[in-house]
């Protein structure tokens, strides 16, 4: 240990341990596991139950690819222990589950015991390495010049509300750091809540909240009212109540916000924030919704493992009679 560790104040003492894991787990994982985590072109690293015990990577521009870098079963479980560690949990044959961080912010989600066969599993999601402006998504033909202008004349400058839908590693995180990217320049007072930093903007007066399991998205959304913010925007909506409280947030006066879901088009993308509504809700909340969420952007992976947006749509209203959501695509 530094020899002026004892002297330093609580935030230079954190910082401190915070270099010692990283270099620790570092010296932990090898130099080959740790190729891949420094690859910019990685976007996630799994080890699967099999009986090769591969790491297997997922890659821009070629998808999922098996590397020949083994990883057994003692060495997977000392990862996984460490991890737990790192994120002061305990992960064992009663709690076999275990979600955490690794020291630079990687997602890390890992399952032993009976539940894979003693053969431990795991995998780590990186957050973004670079960030791809609209112009870039415009020059590589993601997305069209006006479906890009159209974003950005709602979001940026009439402060409309984005929802991006699409499935899993389809890109969505990206494409909201692409739009966040266009912020940069706001006097907005920016709220962003995650429970991983994925989310990136450069903004002068931003605040950054990260949920834990005791401290959940739906109530720091609720102190987040008393923080004054001009703009909020969540990682990801995965339960009713962070739906509730963003789609009241938004109603509020707080337009200008951004939130991705899980789900495999724009109008299904909808559906499934009702769906997670109907969960604490007595009343369906169609109508809210509709006056929420101004543009639904739904991004996908083709089978050539490339990320196009495929819709972007302006959400007009919701039709009671049809029982349908009136939605205009943007002309490409």
């Not at 609580?10 to 130099?31: H, S």
């Not at 997670?276 to 639904?296: D, G, H, R, T």
Request: overall charge neutral; glycine content about 4%.
């Amino acid at each position: 240990m530094n020899d002026n560790f004892y002297q330093m104040n609580e935030i230079e003492k954190q910082k401190y341990k915070k270099e010692q894991d990283r270099l620790y787990f570092e010296r932990l994982l090898g130099e080959d596991f740790l190729k891949l985590l420094k690859d910019d072109f990685v976007t996630e690293i799994m080890l699967n139950n099999d009986e090769e015990k591969h790491l297997w990577v997922d890659k821009f521009g070629e998808g999922m690819v098996e590397t020949n870098i083994i990883v057994n079963n003692v060495e997977a479980l000392k990862i996984i222990e460490n991890v737990a560690n790192l994120n002061k949990k305990v992960v064992n044959d009663d709690n076999p589950i275990l979600s955490g961080s690794l020291p630079n912010g990687e997602r890390f989600e890992a399952i032993i015991g009976e539940c894979v066969n003693f053969s431990p599993i795991m995998a780590i999601r990186k957050p973004p390495a670079k960030i791809f402006t609209l112009d870039e998504y415009v020059e590589k033909k993601v997305i069209t010049e006006k479906q890009k202008d159209f974003i950005v004349q709602k979001f940026v400058n009439e402060r409309k509300n984005i929802l991006i839908v699409g499935g899993t590693s389809s890109g969505k995180t990206t494409f909201a750091n692409a739009c966040l990217e266009k912020l940069t320049n706001t006097k907005d007072r920016i709220i962003i809540i995650e429970d991983t930093q994925e989310l990136k903007c450069k903004a002068k007066n931003i605040v950054r909240l990260k949920s834990t399991y005791k401290i959940v998205t739906s109530l720091l959304l609720k102190s987040t009212m008393r923080l004054n913010p001009t703009r909020v925007m969540i990682g990801e909506a995965r339960d009713g109540q962070t739906c509730l409280d963003f789609l009241m947030a938004l109603n509020s006066g707080h337009p200008g916000g951004l939130v991705t879901v899980h789900a495999d088009s724009a109008e299904l993308g909808l559906k499934k924030v009702g769906q997670y509504i109907n969960m604490v809700s007595q009343k369906p909340q169609e109508e809210m919704i509709a006056s929420a969420f101004n543009i639904i952007v739904f991004i996908e992976r083709d089978e050539n493992q490339n990320r196009k947006i495929k819709e972007v749509l302006y959400l007009e209203d919701w039709d009671e009679v049809s029982k349908k959501y009136i939605l205009t695509p943007v002309v490409s």
